[in-house]
């Protein structure tokens, strides 16, 4: 259960971070010429997806892990991670939403996808290893 806990505040952490310094910060201009981009959004139901996607993401990193916890098996699993997740808002969204440049618009969302769901990989497995570690003493 600490490991499911740990890996959602990890996912979260990760996920708020990469997005949000994608959004406000680096990527600013691109996500203000969308037009259907909410001019407040509602932070509730993006926190509740990572916390159901984080409750998730953890379990199956378990299964996954073996309960080996190395950095390179964290980041395989991020980048299995960012073929599924990522998929649908680089190529998805663009043919289905009216973006200003669907090759800028894959290039940003895949970049910070994969980025993101790296870091979770690694991160899910350091913490992990962590918690084994302590546990064990």
Known sequence: MKNIITGTLVFIVVSFAAQSISHFAINADHYSTISFMRAEPIFILGFLTM?????VVSY?????????????????YGLILSAFFVSYPALV?????KVPSIGSWILVEATVGVIQFGLI???????????KKYSNN
């Open 51 to 55: 916390i159901m996607q984080g409750i």
């Open 60 to 76: 199956l990193f378990l299964i996954y892990s073996k309960n080996e916890f190395t950095w390179t098996k964290g980041l395989a």
């Open 93 to 97: 969204e663009p043919a289905k939403y």
């Open 121 to 131: 990989g690694i991160m899910l497995s350091v913490s992990f290893q962590l918690l």
